[in-house]
Nanobody, 123 residues
């Protein structure tokens, strides 16, 4: 199971750190991804990290502002979000996959998908 947390209301230019705690799976065997879905829009890929954390991947829209990281000892993946913009407002979801080991941009290729945590960026 995956449990995302850390969402909330933040002003433009502010920062938030999302966490996703995993249980019931061998966390270090799974690549992890973050996705988001804004109201009225399709879910989109945000970032992914390999099993060991040695490689990370980002959507162009968040590159340079967001950082994905993981702590395998704590079974947790993080998404540090800086310089937030109103267009970052969305429900954020974490997901885990062990087929590719490097994550995927397709949400439905993940083996486990957590509930969302809402991020609202106000101007």
């Amino acid at each position: 199971q995956l449990q995302a947390s850390g969402g909330g209301l933040v002003q433009v230019g502010g920062s938030l750190r999302l966490s996703c705690a995993a249980s019931g799976l061998t966390f270090s065997s799974y690549a992890m991804g973050w996705f988001r879905q804004a109201p009225g829009k399709e879910r989109e890929f945000v970032a992914a990290i390999t099993r060991s954390g040695s490689r990370t991947y980002y959507a162009d829209s968040v590159k340079g502002r967001f950082t994905i990281s993981r702590d395998n000892a704590k079974n947790t993946v993080y998404l540090q979000m800086n310089s937030l913009k109103p267009e970052d407002t969305a429900a954020y979801y974490c997901a885990a996959e062990n087929t590719w080991g490097s994550g995927s941009k397709n949400f439905y290729e993940y083996d486990y998908r957590g509930q969302g945590t809402l991020v609202t960026v106000s101007s």
